[in-house]
């Protein structure tokens, strides 16, 4: 069946844009949880979202915001882009929220210039 | 906080060797692992897990071992081939909710 699958791959954006990303879950999966991979800082955790709802949330200041549909499509967007926002933003699905694997998109490649 | 460390950058192992990457953890709490490989420009994809209740899972090439006490996992490929060039992430998790704390990545170099 098909993975998940990230819309767009690539981006570039300027400072104090905002910008969405899209994220279809492999069928079946109702958790999606997002995640921003930096040089930097490696992977961490943004949010997770299951039945439309947010059930975690890392340590990300407001901007970053996202949301569950009831396909259990998601959309984060972040707004007021800063330069360092620039980064991997990887979504991922799992089946259902109780600790299962969780199953990473190709990601989408933002640059805020 | 790092609550997961993944101690080695980088690692370099001869085609056919075994390849033995490590993994630690602080918080007790954590009850979940997880493998990841990632190629560049790529999302990771997922290897091999294990839960709290077992010290070892097999898959094929791949066997994972935990170590609760120490708190320590490690991710052994035998042998290792060229393919397995990439750099591999530990994640654990102790909630409910698919919260995943991931390692910083050891870059693994099998050479042929």
């Known amino acids: 069946k098909a993975g998940v699958t990230q819309t767009p791959r690539y981006l570039i954006k300027t400072r104090g844009q905002q910008v969405t990303l899209s994220c279809s879950p492999i069928s079946g999966h109702r958790s999606v949880s997002w995640y921003q991979q930096t040089p930097g800082q490696g992977l961490q955790f943004l949010f997770e979202?299951?039945?439309?709802?947010?059930?975690n949330k890392g340590n990300f200041p407001g901007r970053f915001s996202g949301r569950q549909f009831s396909n259990s499509r998601s959309e984060m967007n972040v707004s007021t882009l800063e330069l360092g926002d620039s980064a991997l933003y990887l979504c991922?699905?799992?089946?259902?929220?109780?600790?299962?694997?969780?199953?990473f998109g190709e990601g989408s490649w933002l640059t805020v210039v | 906080d790092q609550q997961v460390k993944q101690n080695s950058p980088s690692l370099s192992v001869q085609e056919g060797r075994i390849s033995i990457l490590n993994c630690d953890y602080t918080n007790s709490m954590f009850d979940y692992f997880l493998w990841y490989k990632k190629y560049p420009a790529e999302g990771p994809t997922f290897l091999i897990s294990?839960?709290?209740?077992?010290d070892k899972n097999e898959d094929g090439r791949f066997t994972v071992f935990l170590n609760k006490s120490a708190k320590h996992l490690s991710l052994h490929i035998v042998p290792s081939q060229p393919g397995d060039s990439a750099v591999y992430f530990c994640a654990a998790s102790g909630d409910n909710f698919n919260k995943f704390y991931f390692g910083s990545g050891t870059k693994l170099n099998v050479k042929p």
């Open positions: 294990i839960s709290s209740i077992k």
């Open positions: 979202y299951f039945s439309e709802t947010q059930r």
């Open positions: 991922a699905s799992s089946y259902d929220n109780s600790g299962n694997t969780i199953y």
